[in-house]
């Protein structure tokens, strides 16, 4: 999403939603820990990190009541409007109070441009800062996680992915009247309805999505599945995650904490306090963590408190990391840089990192739009945000029950690049897998990338892997696609001067690897052909960004180095879960390799993007990971 053009509209925004906020969900806290000694010696499990993972793992470890964990979280309880408000969707990145903000390093392939790096800092984590929408990644997404490792026995592939996707969710069917006026489809099959987490929809939608779609699925190829959680690219509609008892969102903390954690005893947080590092015998045994209170600015005098069982991270893709290379887990040169003893010398720890760029091709205006509304008129109608509010505060209905969006198109390659995706995979499927990976990067994180390499080349191939997402928005300005498998990686890694208080170094290397220069050309070329050739050309499409007359494939790499973003805030890979000979962190059953009682659930263990958004692989991680560490107990 275009940050830079929303912000300064939803920023007032903010004042006008917070009668109908917090006041609508009851809030149930009484057993968080107000100050650290009132903590036990000992858990069974100590999590690092109160957000989407850890409270959703922390809520399935605790239910029996057999185990005791603490869930250790550096953010706080929030509840505030820009939390709890669904309508809009992006109310919660413009809060600074709830999340991490700070600049990557400079991009030298985006004419040394840095990018904005979010990550929500609060108990319910980036769920509950996002733009709620959901959809998950194809089957052959999840399929590729378990073809990295041997045999063809993983029980990480798109099966035995299901049941957790399921576990996940609670799904409300949409009103037949909005699912009939707008060709919605749905197939419960795909969903559950027992989770705290709601899968939903809006009580109405913007009018010209509907167009918008059934533009997409004008061009060959460009199908409807029957539900969004089916596993299969198309252009469809999908639910966002809010729950329609309250008409708020619906995120891990509400979802997996919210009156749980105060009603059972064997369940205790500890928000407000930093990681600094977890602590291991001489056995290579995690024996516990040391941590601090979150202001703190000295690592001298640390508060340490022990795990019976595992030591469990979750703290996402640019902290969890961060925290076990600061732990003496990682690349030995960079801890030995930074004085941190070496526990295991792990070269994946902060590799692979990686995340959907978007803006990654032409931006669109429509000279003629009849369509109202639309979701711009938040940004100027008074008289139209003064309507919703009444609509909403009255009957829970209208504009303000829609978040970011429910509709995209999720296509592969070979249905937007007919004549040229061969080529574009053969060769990428040519390079010399170390050529564009970080000078000096460790042979195994090389060998894991020629997996990559090989894995993602045959996506390319198959129809049934999305690489191109245009998030269909219902306006008549669209910024441009979403690139859902960038081919360049990046790293997360400590500040070697300041390992435990300084923000990590984040460094996208975006369009480091030039077949992503490729895919932007193509994808260029597609959007610019919808728009020209489909019924949405009765529109009279201007192309803003490059323009219509850039047409050589190095201009418009060059236009797009000074304009695209090289993340939507969907970081993934920097603990792989991949054989540790491929640069692999954690193993099948998430246990960090090379040392006992320590496992990851959170992003970071995803070994490449799935052909989505995050939110729905992330629960379903979560909720696979506590069903793996209960059967290990």
Do not use: C
Not at 251 to 258: E, K, L, V, Y
Not at 286 to 294: E, N
Not at 465 to 485: I, K, M, S, W
Not at 553 to 565: A, K, Q, Y
Request: charged content about 15%.
């Amino acid at each position: 999403m275009a940050l830079s053009k929303v912000s300064l509209a939803l920023v007032g925004l903010l004042s006008l939603v917070d009668a109908f906020g917090p006041a609508a969900r009851s809030i149930v806290h009484s057993t968080i820990l107000e100050r650290s000694g009132q903590l036990n010696a000992e858990y069974d499990y100590v999590i690092i990190g109160g957000g989407t993972a850890g409270l959703t793992a922390a809520d399935r470890l605790t239910e029996s009541g057999q185990y005791s964990v603490l869930v250790i979280e550096l953010g706080t309880f929030q509840n505030g409007s820009s939390v709890t408000t669904a309508g809009m969707g992006y109310l919660g990145l413009l809060d600074p109070t709830i999340q991490f903000q700070f600049s990557s390093v400079p991009q030298p392939e985006l004419n040394g441009r840095v990018a904005d790096v979010r990550v929500g800092i609060m108990l319910g984590g980036s769920s509950g800062m996002n733009g709620m929408q959901l959809h998950r990644g194809q089957k052959e997404d999840y399929d590729r996680w378990a073809s990295y490792f041997p045999g063809n026995k993983s029980k990480w592939n798109w099966n035995n992915m299901l049941p957790y996707f399921k576990k996940a969710w609670n799904f409300h069917p949409p009103n037949s009247d909005v699912a009939a006026d707008n060709n919605i489809t749905y197939d419960a099959q795909y969903w559950g309805d027992t989770s705290n987490i709601h899968a939903s929809w809006p009580t109405e939608m913007w009018p010209f999505q509907k167009t918008e779609l059934a533009a997409f699925r004008e061009i060959p190829g460009v199908g409807s599945p029957p539900d969004s959680g089916a596993g299969l690219p198309g252009a469809f509609w999908y639910p966002a995650s809010v729950d329609p008892n309250v008409w708020l969102r619906s995120f891990a903390r509400p979802g997996h904490w919210d009156g749980i954690e105060a009603s059972r005893s064997n369940y205790h947080t500890l928000a407000g306090h930093r990681v600094l590092k977890v602590n291991f015998s001489n056995g290579k045994r995690a024996t516990g963590v040391s941590f601090v209170p979150a202001d703190a600015t000295s690592a001298s005098n640390p508060l340490t408190v022990n795990a019976r069982k595992e030591v469990i991270m979750a703290a996402g893709t640019i902290h969890t990391p961060k925290i076990l290379q600061a732990s003496g887990v990682g690349p030995k040169a960079l801890l030995q840089s930074a004085s941190i003893p070496v526990v295991v010398d792990l070269p994946g720890v902060g590799a692979n990192f990686q995340d959907h760029p978007f803006q990654v091709g032409p931006s669109i205006q429509l000279t003629n739009f009849p369509f109202f509304p639309d979701p711009n008129q938040f940004f100027f109608n008074t008289t139209f945000i003064a309507e919703a509010q009444a609509e909403f505060d009255t009957y829970r209905t209208g504009p303000l029950t829609i978040a970011s969006g429910n509709a995209a198109a999720f296509l592969s390659l070979p249905v937007i690049a007919p004549t040229a995706f061969a080529g574009i995979a053969a060769r990428y499927e040519a390079q010399n897998a170390a050529a564009y990976l970080p000078p000096g990067t460790d042979n195994d994180v090389v060998r894991g990338y020629k997996a990559q390499k090989a894995a993602l080349a045959k996506a390319m191939r198959s129809t049934g892997a999305a690489f191109y997402n245009f998030f269909v928005r219902g306006t008549a300005n669209e910024p441009g696609p979403v690139l859902l498998h960038p081919l360049s990686r990046g790293t997360v890694t400590i500040d070697p001067v300041d390992p435990y208080f300084a923000l990590p170094k984040v460094d996208y290397r975006a369009l480091t690897n030039p077949a992503d220069g490729e895919l932007m050309v193509e994808f260029t070329r597609f959007t610019r052909h919808v728009f020209s050739t489909t019924s949405l050309s009765s529109y009279n499409p201007v192309e803003l960004a490059p323009g219509a007359n850039v047409t050589d494939p190095e201009d418009i790499i060059t236009e797009l180095r000074g304009r695209m973003v090289p993340s939507s805030f969907h970081p993934v890979g920097t603990a792989a879960m991949m054989p540790r000979n491929y640069g692999g962190v954690v193993d099948e059953e998430l246990k960090v390799y090379g040392v006992k009682a320590l496992s990851v659930i959170d992003a970071s263990v995803m070994p490449d993007l799935p052909g989505a958004y995050t939110q729905q692989t992330v629960y379903a991680i979560a909720e696979k990971a506590a069903d793996l560490i209960k059967a290990r107990a």
